[in-house]
């Protein structure tokens, strides 16, 4: 059984920057694929990053590109993702999850099976 727990969720300014970290215990396929939700209240949950076990990625959704940094520590099970430029329409609760969503899909929370508890993100104006 995985277990991932997230930490680093917080309160900044926007402009700021956060780290956030994810740590797996239990074993996690080469070819599962792991990365980073979020789920503002209200809205649909919504891919932010992934990236796979056997290196193929990392993949970011639009609203991440050239912010959000993923990366993994294979070794340490360890998730990690760096969001820098921080607006206040990223403040949302962030969710690590790991699952064999293949690669058109590698965005796609229905197609990861094992979640976090979730860190909270919330970013002033």
């Known amino acids: 059984q995985v277990h991932l727990v997230e930490s680093g969720g917080g309160s900044v300014q926007a402009g700021g920057s956060l780290r956030l970290a994810c740590t797996a215990s239990?074993?996690?396929?080469?070819?599962?694929?792991v990365g980073w939700f979020r789920q503002a209240p209200g809205k649909e949950r919504e891919g932010v990053a992934s990236v796979y076990g056997d290196g193929r990625g990392p993949y970011y959704a639009d609203s991440a590109k050239g912010r959000f940094t993923i990366s993994r520590d294979s070794a340490k099970n360890t998730l990690a993702l760096q969001m820098t430029s921080l607006k206040p329409e990223d403040t949302a609760m962030y969710y690590c999850?790991?699952?064999?969503?293949?690669?058109?899909?590698?965005?796609?929370?229905?197609?990861?099976?094992?979640w976090g508890q979730g860190t909270q993100v919330t970013v002033s104006s």
């Open positions: 239990g074993y996690i396929p080469s070819g599962y694929n």
């Open positions: 999850a790991t699952g064999p969503a293949p690669g058109a899909q590698r965005l796609e929370g229905r197609y990861y099976n094992h």
